[in-house]
């Protein structure tokens, strides 16, 4: 579920959100576009989640045998939902997402296109307004935030139906504008979830198979940037395969390629984690992570792994430093590739609390820990504990002070 504008970045000019200032004060109409093969038994859930926000609905069926079709047929007619559904054969995930943008195109009363998958569902915050969200619509596609696990990704998945984009890409394929400079933004209010229990998800050889497609693809490929991109989510899908020394050598490989540096700091990142599995040595590991800090320093997880890293490793003088590098680094807002929140919420301040304590540096440590302490939602057990470095830090800085007196 990577598949993302990311081809004509050079091009795309932000300005603001859907709730920007907007001189149309007709709501827009969305339409629904998906492809989907057997996946009658999470259609529904998609379906009904997207249900407050969509006018109509264009499903593509690439072959379904266990009655998708039938059960997306009744949800619209029960729901009072207009839509349609049409069977075209598979050729590959380019293909056939492009031939359901075309399908969708020639209903020209709509206005946008969200494209999601059978296993994600939206969700939407509790006071958001979709009246002014739809109406408030003006840019030429919007990233959504997709929360997957840990993990929050931005991916345009939602775009104007008039322009004529395509999907690029045999697999993890990506949207591509047609040339023209597009206009886009963040969505706020509203979110997609990823479930992973599509019918391709539970096939157990999933990666494997992937891994063997882009393999053959990368033998022929000449686009630059289409072989910096299989290149990534081959290391991708041989790390989801388990066998992290093909995930590693082509998560290397990818950092050479260029283009995304989005794509180049998550190889490094990846790689630099794989390493640590892999027994390499510590000076090739910190070497790797800083260098995905060097790639895209508004970038703060490998900062947070060299720190951890270093703390594990008793090397509380230098992780203290590369933490304090990483503590004001704020979460991306923009088009960053799969930002691990937690990071950015306490992660990278707890390292700093526990490093700083150890490397000496008490008032920092008591400090790190305070703050935290103000923080909502900490994962269970983390109060409790940053309490206990906080009262540990009391101490030294106690003793220090009663030493001075002496």
């Known amino acids: 579920m990577a598949w993302g504008l990311i081809r004509q970045e050079a091009k795309l000019k932000r300005q603001g959100t859907p709730f920007g200032n907007s001189s149309e004060p007709k709501a827009k109409t969305v339409g629904l576009c998906m492809i989907v093969k057997n996946e009658a038994h999470c259609i529904k859930r998609c379906l009904a989640s997207v249900k407050p926000l969509v006018d109509f609905v264009l499903v593509v ?114 949207l591509e504008s047609p040339g023209k400079h597009c206009t886009w933004g963040v969505i706020r209010g509203l979110h997609n979830r990823t479930f992973y229990d599509s019918a391709r998800n539970k096939n157990p050889q999933k990666y494997l ?53 989005q794509e180049v700091f998550i190889a490094l990142l990846s790689a630099g984690r794989l390493m640590e599995d892999l027994g390499h040595s510590e000076a090739d590991i910190l070497a790797t992570y800083l260098r995905a800090f060097n790639v895209c320093p508004t970038r703060a997880e490998s900062l947070h792994a060299a720190a951890r890293y270093c703390r594990v490793n008793n090397k509380f003088h230098q992780g203290y430093m590369i933490a304090r590098q990483g503590i004001d680094i704020k979460k991306p807002e923009g088009a960053a590739l799969f930002v691990e929140p937690s990071v950015y919420t306490y992660g990278m301040l707890d390292e700093y609390a526990v490093l700083a304590y150890w490397a000496g540096h008490y008032p920092e440590s008591l400090e790190a820990s305070e703050k935290l302490l103000q923080l909502k939602d900490l994962p269970a057990g983390y109060p409790e504990r940053i309490e206990l470095n906080a009262k540990f830090a009391r101490e030294k800085i106690q003793e220090a002070n009663l030493l001075q007196k002496a």
């Open 61 to 174: 069926d690439t072959g379904s045998t266990d009655g998708t079709q039938d059960v997306i047929r009744a949800f619209l007619e029960e729901n009072s939902i207009k839509g349609v559904v049409i069977d075209e054969p598979w050729r590959d995930f380019a293909w056939n997402r492009t031939f359901a943008l075309t399908e969708l195109r020639k209903y020209t009363e709509i206005d946008y296109c969200l494209m999601i998958d059978a296993d994600e569902a939206l969700e939407f915050d509790e006071n958001v307004d979709l009246t002014a969200f739809k109406k408030a619509l003006s840019h030429d596609f919007y990233q959504l935030p997709t929360f997957n696990g840990g993990i929050i990704n931005l991916r345009p998945l939602l775009f104007r139906n008039n322009i004529n984009f395509k999907y690029r890409g045999v697999l993890h394929e990506f």
């Open 209 to 261: 198979h992937d891994a063997e497609l882009l393999e053959r693809t990368l033998k022929s490929e000449q686009d630059p940037f289409l072989i910096s991109r299989y290149t990534f989510y081959l290391a991708q899908s041989y790390r989801s395969a388990g066998d992290k020394a093909k995930s590693l050598t082509n998560y290397l490989k990818r950092a050479e390629l260029g283009f995304w540096e």
